[in-house]
């Protein structure tokens, strides 16, 4: 896996991945940026959520479970000192779909949690990170 970032001016840069998707990543104007990208903790943060989404709708998928969408609320504390590193991270699963069993979802979630996603078994280990879930049934 390879990525590049790309100076463009005061705090802003632009990360392109290796398969050739870019991002603009920018800081605050009291940084020297223009506000015009996401920040560097955010894209981490922002990573970790959608490593985890991908492993709960792969696997209620795989289980048979009527999905139809997945979003996750994550909220992180950082310390106080510099580095500024994350401390806690809560993940809020909401899983919306038809007639969903509860243990299936929890299963998802805690599989993710456990072994399947590379982002949150990386970080576990210096960053506290909980998980929770809801389940919104749109049979009606």
């Given amino acids: 896996m ?25 800081g605050p104007p009291e940084a020297g940026g223009r506000n015009a990208g996401i920040r560097p903790m955010e894209l981490v943060l922002t990573g970790l959520g959608a490593c985890s989404a991908f492993d709960v709708v792969s696997i209620l998928k795989k289980s048979r479970q009527a999905i139809s969408d997945c979003r996750v609320e994550l909220e992180a504390e950082r310390a106080e000192t510099i580095p500024k590193v994350f401390t806690r991270i809560h993940l809020h ?7 969903l069993k509860t243990a299936s979802v929890e ?4 599989l ?7 982002a949150t078994i990386m970080l576990r280990d210096v960053v ?7 389940i919104v049934d749109n049979s009606s």
């Fill in 2 to 26: 390879k990525s590049t970032i790309k100076w463009v001016d005061g705090a802003m840069f632009v990360g392109e991945s290796g398969s050739g998707h870019a991002i603009v990543i920018d």
């Fill in 112 to 118: 993710s949690a456990e072994k399947y996603c590379s």
């Fill in 107 to 110: 299963r998802a979630v805690k």
């Fill in 93 to 99: 699963f909401v899983v919306t779909g038809v007639e």
């Fill in 128 to 134: 506290e990170i909980t998980h929770d879930f809801e």
